[in-house]
């Protein structure tokens, strides 16, 4: 029978912790769990524990990867917060607060460079906020003040805005950031409120939303110049959370169906949406972030404010299994 040592040219070898940056398929001891391990690659994607929100709340802004996410504002009982954490895949720290209290808003960008915009305080705004790494700076309003809009985009100069609620109707309006000013560009073909936003500012994914009555499935897709209707969500919900690269490849994840918060997580692959494994913990006006196969869920509304993250490893990624426990 071959050894790992012919196989691979090296011994298993012994650590005291998991390496930092296992190489595909590299087996090891971990002498302090006592457990051998491996890199593989997932077959299915799930969630798993990350660090909670120094702070409970929801609904809030967000933006970022899974291992480095920025979430602020939301609502503390029925009080409007300007609070922003920043996460490092471990854990969240304070940082500077927005200049504007609010909760119902969207946000777009990396930890670094990233932009808040509309939602309420009450009542509703145009606000729009841009982070440098450091501090938030008032800038130009969006043209339409509205709250639970969707939003997306790679920084604080390059970023979209679409839907939302500017009372007593849901909008379709859509509008483009190049990081001095809002510009109106076309609009979505479903007005809606409540919905998923994910990609980036050239190619994104509007997902889900209220209809004003009556939840939906309905998905959106921009090419940098207009929305193609395309294939529904499986699950009609609102106060969802989005994630993905582009608007061939997002993730779906949370919401309401009219009852109560709901788990549910969708994989979208350019044409339809597949189930996938349910969030720990079901909620509504949650925080999302990352990618298709690294994604984050934070914050939101169980039925009660949780500060609970979930991080997402999507399927084909890799990640560290243990073999075997002694």
């Given at each position: 029978?071959?050894?790992?040592?012919?196989?691979?040219?090296?011994?298993?070898?012994?650590?005291?912790?998991?390496?930092?940056?296992?190489?595909?398929?590299?087996?090891?001891?971990?002498?302090?769990?006592?457990?051998?391990?491996?890199?593989?690659?997932?077959?299915?994607?799930?969630?798993?524990?990350?660090?909670?929100?120094?702070?409970?709340?929801?609904?809030?802004?967000?933006?970022?990867?899974?291992?480095?996410?920025?979430?602020?504002?939301?609502?503390?009982?029925?009080?409007?917060?300007?609070?922003?954490?920043?996460?490092?895949?471990?854990?969240?720290?304070?940082?500077?607060?927005?200049?504007?209290?609010?909760?119902?808003?969207?946000?777009?960008?990396?930890?670094?460079?990233a932009l808040g915009f509309g939602g309420a305080t009450p009542p509703l705004t145009g606000a729009t906020e841009s982070w440098n790494g450091t501090s938030w700076s008032e800038v130009n309003d969006l043209n339409t003040a509205r709250r639970l809009l969707g939003g997306t985009g790679t920084s604080n100069t390059a970023s979209l805005a679409f839907g939302g609620y500017?009372?007593?109707?849901?909008?379709?309006?859509?509008?483009?950031?190049?990081?001095?000013?809002?510009?109106?560009?076309?609009?979505?073909?479903?007005?809606?409120?409540?919905?998923?936003?994910?990609?980036?500012?050239?190619?994104?994914?509007?997902?889900?939303?209220?209809?004003?009555?009556?939840?939906?499935?309905?998905?959106?897709?921009?090419?940098?110049?207009?929305?193609?209707?395309?294939?529904?969500?499986?699950?009609?919900?609102?106060?969802?959370?989005?994630?993905?690269?582009?608007?061939?490849?997002?993730?779906?994840?949370?919401?309401?169906?009219?009852?109560?918060?709901?788990?549910?997580?969708?994989?979208?692959?350019?044409?339809?949406?597949?189930?996938?494994?349910?969030?720990?913990?079901?909620?509504?006006?949650?925080?999302?972030?990352?990618?298709?196969?690294?994604?984050?869920?934070?914050?939101?509304?169980?039925?009660?404010?949780?500060?609970?993250?979930?991080?997402?490893?999507?399927?084909?990624?890799?990640?560290?299994?243990?073999?075997?426990?002694?």
């Open positions: 029978m071959a050894e790992y040592k012919g196989i691979h040219g090296t011994k298993i070898q012994n650590y005291t912790s998991d390496p930092a940056n296992p190489i595909l398929g590299q087996v090891w001891y971990n002498e302090t769990s006592q457990t051998m391990k491996v890199q593989a690659v997932t077959t299915a994607g799930t969630w798993a524990t990350g660090g909670d929100l120094n702070t409970a709340r929801a609904p809030l802004g967000e933006a970022g990867t899974q291992t480095a996410t920025l979430g602020f504002g939301g609502l503390i009982s029925t009080t409007a917060q300007a609070l922003t954490e920043s996460y490092d895949g471990t854990s969240w720290t304070e940082v500077n607060d927005l200049n504007t209290a609010r909760y119902n808003f969207a946000g777009a960008g990396t930890q670094t460079s500017i009372g007593p109707a849901a909008t379709a309006v859509t509008e483009s950031w190049n990081g001095t000013c809002w510009t109106e560009v076309n609009d979505l073909n479903s007005s809606r409120y409540g919905l998923a936003g994910s990609g980036v500012e050239t190619s994104a994914l509007a997902s889900g939303g209220e209809l004003n009555p009556g939840n939906t499935g309905a998905t959106e897709s921009w090419n940098g110049t207009s929305w193609t209707e395309v294939n529904d969500l499986n699950t009609a919900r609102y106060i969802l959370a989005g994630a993905g690269d582009s608007n061939a490849s997002a993730l779906a994840f949370g919401g309401n169906t009219g009852g109560p918060a709901v788990a549910n997580t969708e994989l979208y692959n350019g044409t339809s949406w597949s189930e996938q494994n349910d969030l720990s913990i079901a909620r509504y006006y949650l925080g999302g972030a990352g990618t298709t196969t690294a994604g984050l869920a934070f914050g939101g509304d169980t039925g009660s404010i949780t500060a609970a993250t979930e991080e997402w490893t999507g399927a084909g990624s890799p990640t560290t299994r243990t073999i075997t426990s002694s």
